[in-house]
């Protein structure tokens, strides 16, 4: 064992650490020592969305020491910033095994340093924490989640007094607060539980009520009330609120799938409980087809994702992909408002850099500003507030399954986003129509735009560097072709440049620095090269684009498109 890790592990079985933590040690250095390897090689990076890991004993792993240490760090930062005003945080936590554990550890530690805390007294969607932040008037809050990921994963979102994630220069100045952090005996664990506030129905009620006055067409809902639902929580918090908001929008005929009902952290009947999924739909969509249902839905376990399925042009159940979703919900909220002469000339869109760039042509047609930021909903939020007041934020999304109507919280929010799906639903059969052929009607009036993805995972200590390395060519050396266009652009959001490869011209992007690479090429095609910030994995996004003459084009454009995302992929080795 190296001896950075050996003293790492001497450190834990000495120091003020529970025995059973101690006696786990012991029993991996016996019976997995490689595991102790990856368990103590770094520290779980406090990033700029705060921790995010698998579960287990060790520096890099998600336990109370790492949260314990995390939370006195955020703590240390809220109490430089806002010196001897009351602080308030609100912590909310999702259904995965331990987030209650962490949740009530992130709560002790920031009621031991003074801080005011509002947690809430079980699950709850990481949605409804970002609204809460806002209607109790916080400084900060904490959702324990990992989202999407695994069972054996846990995470630690944090706040600040917006509602939305931390961006600059909080994420920063947070970061170095938690890195200062450099022993458990610095972490205030207990002794200010009289500042802690158990919080629930009433913020529900708010929250549900902000939720229904997103509702553009209530009288489209009352007419089609009887709308087939089936929806999924896929064992996650979506089950706390998604009924009973579906039942306030007027719908009345919803069917949970019952298997996945029960909020459990095991997730027994998927891999992976991402609605992104279609293995974590499948039980759902087996439902819609038995019930001849209208539109299915599927949230993560924190409920900020949803995932939809409806029947295509063909009748054939299909699941509709995160770009396809954010279209469609754009163009309704752009066109739903211009018809109940409710629009305003300063209406706005917001949509990330990786997220299809048909919403930018659909509000650009019906003359909506839409500007595109980095990936993440924190920054759909840092730019509603730098134009409050001079903009009217109406909707936003990206293309992994993000939505967020409205401006009343600042994260993605499945809850509204599933009432505000079934709405769009219930419009278009109202007009005798499918959401799918909504969609083909979009493509035809505005241009047809696929999308593709590839997740490249690259794991353990070596991982990191192979994608580093991979990004490192891609800057030195960038493609001259690629699939036979030429690559005219590259840009480079690391170094802040869009570079014109054939004038050989730079100019500066105006966003904040962040390690994506965009190859934009001469036939209208996009490439963009992501690492992960919380995984040790690379995503590349494919976007390609014609003219699609017709509804009856679709299947046969639609080939012609899957060819050239192929083509792409084949030329740039992907797989």
């Not at 806002?82 to 095994?97: F, L, T, W």
């Not at 009902?261 to 499948?282: H, W």
């Not at 759902?284 to 001849?292: N, T, Y």
């Not at 241009?447 to 192979?466: A, C, D, P, V």
Request: proline share 3%; with cysteine.
């Amino acid at each position: 064992m190296e001896t950075a890790i050996q003293s790492k592990v001497d450190t834990w079985l000495s120091g003020n650490y529970d025995q059973d933590v101690k006696n786990e040690i012991e029993r991996l250095l016996k019976e997995n020592p490689d595991e102790i390897t990856e368990s103590f090689y770094r520290n779980l990076e406090f990033g700029t969305g705060g921790l995010r890991g698998i579960m287990g004993v060790g520096t890099n792993r998600m336990n109370k020491y790492t949260v314990g240490m995390a939370t006195q760090g955020f703590a240390n930062y809220l109490k430089k910033t806002y010196g001897n005003q009351e602080i308030k945080v609100a912590i909310a936590h999702d259904s995965r095994n331990n987030s209650r554990f962490f949740a009530e550890t992130t709560a002790n530690v920031f009621a031991a340093n003074g801080i005011k805390v509002y947690l809430f007294e079980a699950l709850r969607p990481t949605p409804e924490l970002s609204f809460t932040i806002r209607h109790l008037k916080c400084q900060g809050g904490v959702v324990c989640t990992a989202s999407h990921n695994p069972k054996e994963y846990n995470g630690y979102k944090a706040y600040w007094n917006d509602g939305g994630q931390l961006v600059p220069p909080h994420d920063k100045n947070v970061i170095l607060e938690v890195d200062a952090i450099t022993s458990v005996s610095e972490v205030k664990w207990s002794g200010g539980e009289a500042n802690i506030t158990i919080i629930g129905k009433d913020i529900d009620d708010a929250y549900i009520s902000m939720v229904k006055s997103l509702s553009v067409n209530p009288d489209v809902i009352a007419k089609q009330h009887d709308l087939k639902i089936v929806y999924t929580p896929i064992h996650g918090t979506g089950i706390t609120l998604v009924p009973e908001v579906l039942k306030q929008f007027g719908f009345t005929n919803v069917t949970i799938v019952d298997e996945q009902s029960k909020p459990d952290g095991n997730f027994p009947t998927v891999v992976y409980p991402n609605p992104e999924e279609s293995e974590a739909m499948s039980i759902g969509l087996k439902k819609a087809k038995e019930l001849d249902a209208d539109i299915l839905l599927g949230t993560d376990p924190d409920a900020d994702r949803v995932g939809i399925g409806v029947k295509n042009h063909k009748g054939e159940w299909v699941l509709v992909n995160g770009n396809q979703t954010a279209v469609l919900a754009c163009a309704y909220m752009i066109e739903a408002r211009k018809a109940k002469g409710i629009a305003q000339p300063n209406d706005m869109v917001i949509k990330t850099i990786v997220t299809t760039e048909l919403i930018d042509e659909v509000a650009r047609q019906n003359n909506v500003a839409c500007y595109n930021v980095l990936t993440g909903f924190k920054w759909i939020a840092e730019l509603i507030k730098e134009k409050e007041g001079k903009e009217n934020y109406v909707i936003g999304g990206e293309e992994s399954y993000g939505l967020m109507v409205g401006d009343k919280l600042r994260d993605k929010d499945a809850i509204s986003a599933v009432a505000f799906l079934c709405e769009m639903a219930a419009y278009e059969k109202n007009n005798g129509k499918t959401l799918y052929e909504k969609l083909l009607e979009l493509y035809v009036q505005y241009g047809f735009y696929l999308e593709g993805l590839i997740s490249i995972t690259k794991k353990g200590m070596r991982g990191q560097e192979e994608i580093a390395e991979m990004m490192q060519g891609y800057r030195d050396n960038p493609p001259t072709t690629i699939n036979g266009s030429k690559v005219v652009k590259l840009l480079d959001y690391e170094l802040k440049t869009a570079r014109d490869l054939s004038a050989g011209t730079s100019t500066a992007i105006d966003l904040p620095k962040s390690n994506v690479l965009q190859f934009i090429l001469e036939d209208g095609s996009k490439i963009s090269a992501r690492p992960s910030g919380t995984e040790p994995k690379i995503k590349f996004y494919f976007s390609v684009n014609t003219k699609l003459e017709s509804k009856e084009a679709f299947d046969d454009t639609l080939a012609f498109l899957q060819n050239r995302i192929k083509g792409i992929i084949e030329d740039m080795k992907l797989k």
